[in-house]
């Protein structure tokens, strides 16, 4: 009998996973209460991208006199809201086109265990052998007085703004609170950033986030780090941030808007964890390697649970709960996710950062090659590094003009020889 598969989400894990099912030979049907394609394809990732395309273009416009074309650029953010929709719903036409050719039955609706082996979707049950919830996540609300303030925004009212404010404060210098502020910095916002650790982009190599930092600072972005937000006061016009800095002052930052980027929660109050018996922390639900949960039926990918939220680490993650699901034995390892950072300079990197191997303990070197000393990078007037990591015992061949314990290393030039 064809197995049937019910996945609850159609973002970059469910439809990922629809389709892997789909391959193998699975009756597939995926539960969206939303748009296909989920936080990433609808306001995360690609209509972000799409911004800050517009903002990197009006950036080089402005400073292409330095490269022998004067122009001046001129804004019209209407029709860039009007761009960056055109991308997204050309994206999620793509990916209903893929559930189709995949013969994936789509519902729309919100899918609820009403018992741990019955799902209904708007009070109707949808039968299945196995399910993979999909879920994704929610803008985690901080509770700091008058956050619910009118000017206050999440990153989906970041993405909707209909005109560029006058003065942005983001709470939060993690990956949305940076790439937030490279778009509306650039496109000629006063940028505040609130911190609350010593360093912005807490997960990233602490080198490369300090890098990071200057640079922003450099363009005009004020970053308080070590800094938090003890109240916001809502002033009709606009709202009073109060912020208790690293010094342990307490000054008011006025802003038009007040981005909150906090991180995000697990999206899965609707699914009646606790009625189907599922095994959660605080809503996050646990996994094992192979995505599935405390039922041995039940599978969860991607954001809701926890982790890396990543719209490629979804989407390998439900590969390899589609794969589990169907009798194919898969396990998910997260050491060599890719991670990026869409600013400017953006930041790429796979592995460890070098306080990870610290604390790891490991045997390590580091090399270090600055871009401006490559003739691309330096013609597109950009600078930065890269580093390189590797452990000292795993290294092929000499290590010539490479010093051990980390220590600061040599031009990488030496290792092309
Ligand atoms: P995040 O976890 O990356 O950063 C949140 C930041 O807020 C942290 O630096 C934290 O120290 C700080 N913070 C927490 N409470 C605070 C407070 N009360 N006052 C001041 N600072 C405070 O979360 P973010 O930026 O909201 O992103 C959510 C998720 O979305 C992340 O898991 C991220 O990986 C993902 N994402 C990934 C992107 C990418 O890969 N390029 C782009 C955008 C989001």
Do not use: W
Request: aromatic share 4%.
């Amino acid at each position: 009998m064809t197995p049937k598969i019910l996945i609850i989400g159609g973002g970059p894990g469910g439809y990922v996973a629809a389709i892997r099912a789909a391959q193998l030979h699975a009756e597939v049907t995926l539960v969206e209460n939303g748009q296909l394609g989920g936080t990433c394809l609808n306001v995360g990732c690609i209509p972000t991208k799409a911004l800050l395309h517009t903002s990197q273009l009006y950036g080089e416009i402005s400073e292409a006199a330095a490269y022998g074309v004067n122009a001046t650029p001129v804004l019209d953010f209407d029709a860039a809201q009007k761009y960056k929709a055109r991308v997204v719903n050309q994206l999620v036409n793509g990916v209903k086109g893929l559930m189709k050719a995949n013969k994936v039955k789509v519902l729309n609706g919100t899918a609820t265990f009403t018992t741990k082996a019955t799902v209904q979707v708007d009070g109707k049950d949808v039968p299945f052998d196995k399910v993979i919830i999909a879920t994704g996540s929610t803008p985690a609300i901080p509770p700091i007085p008058g956050i619910h303030s009118p000017q206050c925004i999440d990153s989906t009212g970041a993405l909707a703004l209909t005109e560029v404010p006058s003065r942005l404060v983001i709470v939060g210098g993690g990956v949305i609170g940076i790439e937030m502020a490279a778009i509306y910095r650039t496109l000629g916002s006063e940028v505040t950033i609130v911190e609350a650790q010593e360093e912005i982009l807490p997960p990233i190599d602490r080198e490369i986030a300090t890098l990071l930092r200057e640079k922003l600072v450099a363009v005009g972005t004020r970053i308080e780090v070590g800094a938090t937000v003890e109240e916001i006061t809502d002033k009709v016009s606009h709202a009073d941030v109060t912020v208790r800095t690293s010094a342990g002052q307490t000054m008011v930052i006025p802003g038009d808007k007040v981005l909150v980027a906090v991180g995000r929660r697990a999206n899965t109050a609707a699914l009646g964890l606790d009625t189907a018996g599922i095994a959660h922390d605080r809503g996050q639900i646990t996994v094992g390697a192979q995505q599935q949960t405390n039922l041995p039926n039940v599978y969860a990918i991607g954001d809701c649970t926890g982790g890396s939220m990543l719209a490629h680490v979804a989407s390998a993650q439900g590969e390899v709960a589609a794969e589990n699901a169907l009798g194919h034995p898969a396990s998910y390892d997260g050491k060599t996710n890719p991670a990026c950072v869409y600013t400017d300079p953006e930041i790429a990197g796979v592995g460890l950062t070098e306080e990870q191997v610290k604390a790891q303990k490991i045997n390590y070197l580091v090399g270090r090659f600055p871009l401006s000393a490559n003739g691309k990078s330096l013609i597109m007037g950009a600078d930065g590094l890269v580093k390189i990591i590797p452990d000292r015992d795993c290294r092929i061949g000499s290590g010539d003009g490479v010093n051990a314990g980390g220590r600061d290393v040599h031009n990488l030039r030496s290792s092309h020889r």
